[in-house]
């Protein structure tokens, strides 16, 4: 490992080469790119534009340089005053004070000129340098930036289907259909090996080409075709009631009666049915061993013929056909796709960074480069974590030299964009070759008590993110966060609370947590809005607050229950708009419109909520011909107003005459609804515009979209409905980079699985962080499977520590033996294997599953202690008994006064207690668990807590970790 150094922004010397700085969350790192960019300018006589700024998204990049700006503002002031109430200008000052007025030049000329500063998006700046060296990277001048390509492969993959199917073998047909290929089933790998460049295969099918697969299948179903004709009687002999070696369904008549059956109608007539093929799959030699009886003391053999290895052989060839038509399917798009752009002129962004790439690696690339490097002496890479083999490459390769300054800046903790291309082992291996590496120490965004708490909970086990690459570095707190914190009734309470849910026999399935988890999350955000809870002498508002989740869906199910409570809650997701309610029942309302004589479609249409007619309404109207009518003719006149006008004047016209915006505003979620339906008006009609799209075209383009399956792109992304006075609900993903006072992370808890869409994708990096492979089959594929899920945990811890390093006061955690949760992040935290040898995922998973509830919350409970003194650490899991903290019970939120600590007892030896049973029954809806305190008003008015159905105790002491046990 690089030896790491901490990084003082006003001493550490700027020399020239590569250097690493390794941000932590909350530790400045937009300050310290804006101080990097200051000291640059007053130290090493820069000017703004040879300084490079490059980082990861639009709003980064705005926010960089609006920061930056106001760090050489401030600076320009104290340098012209020579003081300034600022730490880090008046160290600046000191450093530089023979120079003061000469900097104070230079620093007015560098906001004169700030405008020119280039800094971009990673894929800004590779399109600024196609365009401005055009000849040089041989780029065309008239092509343009389509953020979506998604339509283009989807016609690449039915040109492929067309060419490997139109004219395939009807059995070559079947075996296709039985695994459900088909253009859009073929899209996920491909859109999965895209954004992966330097992606390897690894898979049992080869380079073979479609045509020889399915020849296998061809011959494979002639050979046991055959074999069957002759000997089916000599087959049948061996299953049935009378075959005492087996297991069913092999030895029950009927069903074997309809497997003989589906076989001779597939046999013999050669019109193969999937009932046909699910019937051979019987016959397999590997189906039949699985089913041998085990019952007697001398197990019988499994019965033997060579019609079973044949159907072994064809289900075997079935496999590799299968791959291969999908990596067939992947090479024929890869050779089209850019000769397709080039035809229609156009490139995504992907584009940007091969073109320059493949620029700078060909015959005028070391002068290209050396170009840029005359031009940019310095270069800062913000999000460093987040990079690729392509775009390191890119940055290593024009600015690595000695010459040149080049800063890497990122947290390798937080790389969790792994599903947009980022690959943290280039990060890993790039830190290998840096010329210095560095980290910042203080933490300027949390309480300390909060900062002490996430560093017990990162430095208990020995390789805390999986990886030794990866390390953690405990960090100080040193903002301003405990000059203003948050109070319940006038005393400070621990930051981070851990509340744990006991089993009921077995672990905790997704439905009972699904259930359980938003009512007590939606519950204890009443009590700090109804409660005597205050941030820096005020009530806490719904703005304070922010629930992270993995998954959209659990969005969703905590904004359900903060709506029964009158809670305002905003929705920051990533989920498409092609999912929304809104979208389909806009898709029926087209389809009426632009069939209005069919009134099946017409029913549909008036049926939806956007229209509103109930059954009873439905069948009412069937009856009145004369209201019918003016619905059929106002229907005819949308339809003539889109043909004649186009897509958003019907649109509008519909709108306004069926009154659709008062009636979505009626409805609880009425602000969602209609976000939605205008947003969707707006893509609608930028689709038919720019693809020039009539009705019958919209509507397939509609079709297209909802069948797509794809991450949504950034315009079809869901919009915020409310403004930021609510609840945030936020994915993690979402949430980085931001900060929030109080966090909750309730469904934290997902193990490491690498299942996706109904199917495991084996992503893996070669050994020492060589490069990314696919394996889609091949002999290694356990193995492979074992090391892509250690990596799949590895991205769950970083997730993890993204999602608890988000609050500036208080973070609220849940846990328990939920299902799958035994290859979790917090599994391998909280309660590591001893001696993880061999496969790791197996020795967490057996290692969670002999813990008892007791010994869980035996790790949580040396957890709390632990955080008392952060010196000691690094303890045995099982090194400490239960401590037997006594608890008052009661059903009261109330929290008690402080125990056994006398006023004068320093904050981080004090122990407090809550009342800390918490009785969640069913109430009637009157009732409230958590009864409003007279001495605070409610901020968003919200409801009583409904009635639940557990019971909760929690231990609670000052050292910065709760934990709240369930009784």
């Not at 699910?278 to 019965?303: D, G, W």
């Not at 069926?658 to 009609?685: C, K, M, W, Y």
């Not at 981080?908 to 029954?921: D, E, G, L």
Request: hydrophobic share 40%.
């Amino acid at each position: 490992m690089k030896p790491v150094s901490i990084f003082k922004l006003t001493e550490t010397e700027l020399t020239a080469g590569t250097s690493l700085i390794e941000a932590s969350a909350g530790t400045g790192k937009t300050f310290t790119i804006a101080g990097l960019f200051l000291r640059l300018i007053l130290e090493k006589d820069l000017s703004v534009r040879q300084i490079l700024v490059v980082t990861y998204t639009v709003a980064a990049t705005e926010e960089l340089r609006q920061r930056i700006r106001q760090t050489l503002a401030k600076a320009l002031l104290a340098f012209r005053q020579g003081a300034s109430e600022d730490p880090f200008m008046r160290a600046l000052l000191k450093k530089h004070a023979q120079r003061r007025e000469d900097l104070a030049a230079r620093l007015e000329r560098a906001l004169y000129g700030f405008d020119e500063s280039p800094i971009y998006t990673i894929h800004g700046f590779c399109q600024r340098v196609l365009k401005d060296r055009a000849f040089e990277t041989g780029s065309l001048f008239d092509t343009e930036l389509v953020t979506d390509q998604a339509a283009i492969l989807r016609q690449l993959a039915e040109d492929f289907w067309r060419k490997e199917f139109y004219r395939a073998d009807p059995i070559t047909v079947m075996f296709a259909l039985r695994n459900k290929l088909s253009p859009q089933s073929l899209l996920p790998l491909i859109n999965s090996c895209l954004c992966h460049p330097f992606l390897k295969l690894l898979s049992p099918a080869g380079e073979r080409p479609v045509a020889s697969l399915a020849q296998d299948l061809v011959q494979g179903f002639a050979a046991a075709r055959q074999v069957w004709l002759a000997e089916r009687e000599a087959i049948r002999s061996h299953f049935g009631s009378g075959a005492k070696w087996a297991n069913q369904p092999y030895k029950d008549n009927a069903k074997m009666a309809e497997a003989f059956r589906q076989i001779d109608w597939g046999f013999q007539t050669a019109d193969l049915t999937p009932a046909s093929l699910e019937a051979l799959m019987l016959f397999r030699t590997s189906a039949i061993a699985a089913k041998v009886s085990k019952k007697s003391k001398t197990p019988p053999q499994a019965p033997q013929h060579p019609f079973f290895d044949l159907c072994e052989e064809l289900f075997r060839a079935e496999e590799h056909f299968v791959i291969g038509v999908q990596l067939q399917a992947l090479r024929y798009i890869q050779q089209e796709l850019p000769r397709r752009k080039n035809e229609l002129k156009i490139q995504f962004f992907d584009d940007l960074l091969t073109r320059l790439h493949g620029a700078l690696a060909g015959t005028g690339g070391e002068a290209l480069a050396g170009e840029l490097r005359q031009q940019y002496l310095a270069a800062l890479i913000d999000e460093f974590q987040d990079t690729d083999p392509l775009q390191y490459q890119i940055f290593s390769g024009v600015f690595g030299g000695p010459e040149n300054h080049l800063f890497l800046i990122g947290d390798p903790k937080q790389a969790i964009y792994g599903f947009r291309g980022a690959d943290i082992f280039t990060y890993l291996n790039a830190s290998q070759q840096t010329d210095q590496a560095f980290t910042l120490r203080e933490n300027w965004r949390s309480e300390a008590g909060l900062v002490r708490a996430t560093n017990t909970v990162f430095s208990g086990a020995t390789n805390p993110f999986v990886f030794p690459g990866i390390q953690f570095h405990p960090v100080e707190a040193r903002g301003k966060a405990d000059e203003n914190p948050l109070l319940v009734d006038g005393r400070r309470e621990p930051p981070l609370q851990i509340w744990f849910r006991k089993r009921d026999g077995a672990n905790i399935t997704s439905g009972v947590a699904d259930k359980e988890i938003p009512p007590v999350v939606a519950a204890e955000i009443v009590v700090l809005l109804q409660g005597n809870a205050t941030l820096g002498g005020r009530n806490v508002l719904p703005g304070d607050i922010a629930v992270l989740v993995p998954q959209n869906r659990q969005a969703q199910l905590v904004q359900d229950a903060l709506k029964l409570r009158n809670i305002p809650s905003v929705l920051y997701t990533t989920a498409s708009l092609f999912e929304s309610r809104e979208m389909r029942e806009v898709q029926r309302v087209l389809v009426a419109i632009a069939d209005p004589t069919r009134e099946s479609l017409l029913l549909a249409a008036l049926g939806t909520e956007l229209l509103g007619r109930t059954s009873s309404q439905l069948e009412a109207l069937a009856q009145q011909e004369a209201q019918w009518r003016q619905i059929l003719e106002r229907f005819r006149d949308y339809l003539d107003l889109w043909i004649r006008k186009g897509f958003i004047q019907m649109f509008r016209s519909f709108m306004q005459r069926e009154q659709i915006r008062s009636r979505l505003l009626a409805f609880p979620d009425g602000d969602r609804r209609l976000t939605n339906l205008l947003h969707i008006a707006e893509v609608l009609h930028r689709a038919s515009l720019d693809q020039r799209l009539g009705v019958a075209g919209l509507l397939k383009w509609i079709g297209e979209q909802l069948q797509a399956g794809q991450p949504a792109a950034e315009e079809h992304q869901l919009r915020l409905e409310t403004d930021e006075k609510a609840v945030k609900l936020v994915t993690i993903h979402k949430s980085k980079g931001l900060e929030y006072s109080v966090v909750f992370c309730p469904f934290s808890w997902k193990g490491a699985s690498i299942e996706h869409g109904g199917e495991e994708q084996v992503f893996f990096h070669e050994a020492d962080g060589g490069a990314l492979v696919r394996d889609l089959g091949s002999g290694d594929y356990a193995a492979h499977r074992q090391q892509a899920c250690a990596e799949k945990l590895a991205e769950n811890v970083r997730l993890l520590y993204v999602a608890l390093t988000r609050a500036k006061h208080r973070c609220y955690f849940v846990w328990g033996a939920f299902y799958g949760a035994s290859t979790s992040a917090p599994a391998w935290l909280l309660h590591p294997p001893a001696a993880p040898a061999g496969d790791l995922m197996t020795a967490l998973e057996e290692n969670f599953k002999e813990l008892e509830d007791d010994d869980l919350q035996a790790d949580l409970t040396r957890l709390t202690e632990q955080s008392r003194n952060a010196d000691r650490r690094k303890k045995s899991l099982r090194s400490r008994p239960w401590p037997g903290r006594s608890c008052t019970t009661g059903n009261s939120p109330a929290r008690s006064p402080v125990i056994g600590a006398s006023a004068a007892s320093p904050p981080s030896r004090q122990i407090m207690a809550r009342n800390c049973r918490i009785t969640m029954r069913r109430l009637p809806p009157s009732a409230s668990v958590f009864p409003p305190r007279a001495s605070s008003p409610s901020p968003a008015a919200p409801s009583p807590a409904p009635a639940c159905t557990r019971s909760w105790r929690s231990w609670i002491s000052s050292n910065g970790i709760s934990l709240r046990p369930d009784c």
